[in-house]
C-alpha cells in the first residue's frame, strides 16, 4: 500500500503538468481589429488607473497640508475676489431711458 501512494501521486502530478502546458488545438484566430481593440482596451484601463492614482495622491496631499509651492500661491491669488462693476453696460439697441439728455 505505501508503494502505490507516491506510484499514483507522481502520475496524478503528471497529466497535471501534460494537461496544463500542452497546447490545445485553438478554432479561431485573432486579426487585426481584435488585436487593436485589446490594445485600446489595455491603453483605456491604463488610462483609468493613472488618473485615479493622481487623483487620489492630490486629495491626499491637499489632505495632509502638503502642496507644491507654485499650486499653493495660484491658490492664494484665486481666493482673492474682485469687486463685481456697479452694473453692466447697456449693449442692446435701445436707448437708455436713464439719461434725459
Do not use: E, K, R, W
Given at each position: 500500500m505505501n508503494r502505490i501512494?507516491?506510484?499514483?501521486?507522481?502520475?496524478?502530478?503528471?497529466?497535471?503538468i501534460y494537461y496544463f502546458?500542452?497546447?490545445a488545438p485553438a478554432y479561431?484566430?485573432?486579426?487585426l481589429g481584435t488585436g487593436t481593440y485589446m490594445?485600446?482596451?489595455?491603453?483605456?484601463f491604463g488610462a483609468a488607473v493613472w488618473l485615479s492614482m493622481r487623483t487620489s495622491w492630490i486629495r491626499f496631499g491637499r489632505a495632509s497640508g502638503k502642496t507644491k509651492a507654485g499650486a499653493a500661491s495660484a491658490t492664494a491669488d484665486s481666493a482673492v475676489e474682485t469687486p463685481a462693476p456697479e452694473t453692466a453696460p447697456n449693449t442692446s439697441n435701445t436707448?437708455?431711458?436713464d439719461d434725459k439728455a
Open positions: 501512494a507516491p506510484l499514483l501521486s507522481n502520475c496524478l502530478a503528471l497529466f497535471a502546458l500542452m497546447p479561431g484566430y485573432f486579426d490594445i485600446q482596451m489595455l491603453l483605456g436707448p437708455d431711458t
